[in-house]
């Protein structure tokens, strides 16, 4: 049945687009403009990033960290949802990166993009959940007596993350009715650790809001080693940084929404501006009810937890953690979508071993079944192995995490500087619904070019400097590979005449999953 306001033309205009591109349209589509956004919104969960990594800017440097570094890491976020916004309306597809880098660039990019989105979205996953095992410990592992061991870790994630693969698996109706619940929790959420933070504060001291004070080495817990205080700020920026990403989740989903090519551009931009927003304003609240900031600083990664212990009554407490950790769980399943689909997307082009198989979408569910599975099951395993390992005393999952946002903010800049480039050729010829126009574009395209530096230094910064050496082997194994292999096998997305040729398949391909009505 049609979405209200989402016409028979409107439908036959999106999958017409999707013909254009040379694909199917196997996915259904269900997603309004509200639910394509309520997934990114749900991927960024700032009561999931914004919680779980507080002690970057409360062990850094201290109350400005939030009053000063959470907006200016928000903005750096902005910049790279505005150039892809952009290039998303251009491109509405399953995968829209890898499709973007193909496009602009040529067949090898696309496939490099592919690769780094791909690992990106497999290891955050793997740190989403386990972000949520370490708040779920937090909050109620005293109560329940559960002990933080690597078992207890694992049968958790195994629990969570099949059945964040489970919903996904039975269609994108349940999943979106989900994630729409989850956009209006963390709204909710957002606003009850506010309201509560500032009725437990003792006073609403706004200067520590811009106070700077050097928390870094025994004085912040150890969560950042002794830096100076441009560094320590600089640290910081971490937390909104790693917190507000995730938005290219509203383009991996393009083809189950409607009206993609203005929904998605909105619901990118869109996520983020209110995630920056509502995460300020219970981030804010948070620190005017900290009793100390010194004793705060002191706390590390379980600030959080021991501020609330020191304000908050155990009732209203206890309610707080529960809506904050059905957020984080439901951050999971959004995580899951995203990455299902960026594995379907590249597979339907032959990008990976078993393409065939992962693929394929089920008559029954229209969902790419054995992409969620395998989605899920890669994170899972690449937690458990991640945490056997240490490198130089520090655990391996620790670096690979820190590794996973810059290969993400890599797969972004990829397709960015390729658009900036490729705009007026006739690889990009014409703007879609969503027109900025070029001069705003490249500016947001050279600002993110400008934030990719910025977060590629401070992310290889210690504790996280073997993230150096992990980043440069990746590019220099990957050379390897498509040098030795993919660049004679790997043909990437259809072009040309390719399109034209394959619009029997197309017919078929809607046919065997019961696709009609355009």
Same mark, same amino acid.
């Given at each position: 049945?049609?979405?209200?306001?989402?016409?028979?033309?409107?439908?036959?205009?999106?999958?017409?687009?999707?013909?254009?591109?040379?694909?199917?349209?196997?996915?259904?589509?269900?997603?309004?403009?509200?639910?394509?956004?309520?997934?990114?919104?749900?991927?960024?969960?700032?009561?999931?990033?914004?919680?779980?990594?507080?002690?970057?800017?409360?062990?850094?440097?201290?109350?400005?960290?939030?009053?000063?570094?959470?907006?200016?890491?928000?903005?750096?976020?902005?910049?790279?949802?505005?150039?892809?916004?952009?290039?998303?309306?251009?491109?509405?597809?399953?995968?829209?990166?890898?499709?973007?880098?193909?496009?602009?660039?040529?067949?090898?990019?696309? $496939? =490099?993009? %592919?690769?780094?989105? !791909? #690992?990106?979205?497999? *290891?955050?996953? @793997?740190?989403?959940?386990?972000?949520?095992?370490?708040?779920?410990?937090?909050?109620?592992?005293?109560?329940?007596?559960?002990?933080?061991?690597?078992?207890?870790?694992?049968?958790?994630?195994?629990?969570?993350?099949?059945?964040?693969?489970?919903?996904?698996?039975?269609?994108?109706?349940?999943?979106?009715?989900?994630?729409?619940?989850?956009?209006?929790?963390?709204?909710?959420?957002?606003?009850?650790?506010?309201?509560?933070?500032?009725?437990?504060?003792?006073?609403?001291?706004?200067?520590?809001?811009?106070?700077?004070?050097?928390?870094?080495?025994?004085?912040?817990?150890?969560?950042?080693?002794?830096?100076?205080?441009? $560094? =320590?700020? %600089?640290?910081?920026? !971490? #937390?909104?940084?790693? *917190?507000?990403? @995730?938005?290219?989740?509203?383009?991996?989903?393009?083809?189950?929404?409607?009206?993609?090519?203005?929904?998605?551009?909105?619901?990118?931009?869109?996520?983020?501006?209110?995630?920056?927003?509502?995460?300020?304003?219970?981030?804010?609240?948070?620190?005017?009810?900290?009793?100390?900031?010194?004793?705060?600083?002191?706390?590390?990664?379980?600030?959080?937890?021991?501020?609330?212990?020191?304000?908050?009554?155990?009732?209203?407490?206890?309610?707080?953690?529960?809506?904050?950790?059905?957020?984080?769980?439901?951050?999971?399943?959004?995580?899951?979508?995203?990455?299902?689909?960026?594995?379907?997307?590249f597979s339907r082009d032959g990008g990976l071993p078993g393409s065939a198989a !992962?693929?394929?979408?089920?008559?029954?569910?229209?969902?790419?079944?054995?992409?969620?599975?395998?989605?899920?099951?890669?994170?899972?395993?690449?937690?458990?192995?991640?945490?056997?390992?240490?490198?130089?005393?520090?655990?391996?999952?620790?670096?690979?995490?820190?590794?996973?946002?810059?290969?993400?903010?890599?797969?972004?800049?990829?397709?960015?500087?390729?658009?900036?480039?490729?705009?007026?050729?006739?690889?990009?010829?014409?703007?879609?619904?969503?027109?900025?126009?070029?001069?705003?574009?490249?500016?947001?395209?050279?600002?993110?070019?400008?934030?990719?530096?910025?977060?590629?230094?401070?992310?290889?910064?210690?504790?996280?400097?073997?993230?150096?050496?992990?980043?440069?082997?990746?590019?220099?194994?990957?050379?390897?590979?498509?040098?030795?292999?993919?660049?004679?096998?790997?043909?990437?997305?259809?072009?040309?005449?390719?399109?034209?040729?394959?619009?029997?398949?197309?017919?078929?391909?809607?046919?065997?999953?019961?696709?009609?009505?355009?």
């Amino acid at each position: 049945m049609a979405a209200p306001g989402y016409t028979d033309v409107d439908k036959a205009e999106d999958v017409k687009h999707l013909h254009s591109m040379g694909y199917a349209q196997e996915l259904e589509r269900r997603l309004s403009r509200f639910s394509n956004f309520a997934v990114s919104f749900s991927i960024i969960c700032i009561l999931s990033g914004g919680i779980n990594s507080l002690a970057q800017a409360t062990s850094g440097a201290g109350g400005i960290g939030i009053g000063i570094g959470w907006l200016v890491g928000c903005f750096i976020s902005l910049t790279f949802a505005v150039a892809m916004s952009q290039i998303s309306s251009a491109y509405p597809t399953a995968g829209g990166l890898y499709h973007w880098g193909s496009i602009l660039g040529n067949r090898g990019t696309g $496939w =490099v993009t %592919a690769w780094l989105n !791909l #690992l990106g979205l497999i *290891t955050v996953l @793997g740190a989403i959940n386990v972000g949520t095992w370490t708040f779920f410990l937090g909050a109620f592992g005293p109560t329940l007596g559960i002990e933080g061991t690597l078992t207890n870790q694992m049968i958790f994630l195994v629990i969570i993350t099949g059945a964040q693969a489970l919903i996904n698996h039975l269609g994108i109706k349940l999943t979106a009715k989900l994630t729409d619940f989850s956009g209006y929790l963390i709204f909710f959420g957002s606003i009850l650790i506010a309201v509560v933070c500032l009725i437990s504060a003792e006073t609403w001291d706004f200067s520590r809001l811009f106070t700077f004070h050097n928390y870094s080495g025994d004085a912040g817990a150890g969560v950042w080693p002794s830096v100076s205080n441009a $560094w =320590v700020f %600089a640290l910081g920026l !971490l #937390l909104p940084i790693y *917190t507000i990403t @995730g938005y290219d989740a509203s383009a991996h989903t393009s083809e189950e929404t409607i009206k993609a090519a203005s929904s998605v551009p909105r619901a990118m931009v869109m996520s983020v501006i209110w995630s920056a927003l509502f995460g300020y304003l219970f981030l804010v609240a948070f620190v005017l009810m900290i009793p100390n900031m010194d004793d705060a600083a002191k706390q590390g990664w379980n600030v959080f937890f021991w501020a609330f212990d020191q304000r908050v009554s155990p009732g209203i407490k206890e309610f707080v953690y529960l809506v904050v950790f059905v957020a984080q769980l439901l951050c999971g399943l959004a995580t899951v979508t995203s990455a299902s689909r960026m594995i379907f997307a590249f597979s339907r082009d032959g990008g990976l071993p078993g393409s065939a198989a !992962l693929a394929k979408v089920s008559p029954t569910y229209r969902t790419p079944v054995a992409a969620i599975w395998t989605a899920s099951i890669l994170s899972v395993l690449f937690v458990w192995g991640s945490t056997l390992v240490s490198v130089a005393g520090t655990s391996a999952y620790t670096i690979v995490v820190s590794c996973t946002v810059i290969f993400l903010f890599l797969s972004f800049i990829v397709p960015i500087v390729l658009g900036m480039l490729a705009w007026g050729t006739p690889k990009w010829d014409k703007m879609g619904p969503w027109n900025m126009g070029r001069g705003v574009f490249m500016l947001f395209g050279l600002l993110s070019i400008l934030s990719m530096i910025l977060i590629f230094v401070i992310g290889i910064q210690p504790p996280n400097d073997w993230a150096l050496y992990i980043t440069v082997g990746f590019f220099i194994l990957t050379a390897i590979v498509w040098f030795a292999f993919e660049r004679n096998r790997f043909q990437g997305p259809p072009l040309g005449d390719i399109i034209a040729a394959r619009q029997a398949a197309i017919k078929a391909a809607e046919q065997a999953v019961g696709e009609t009505g355009h």
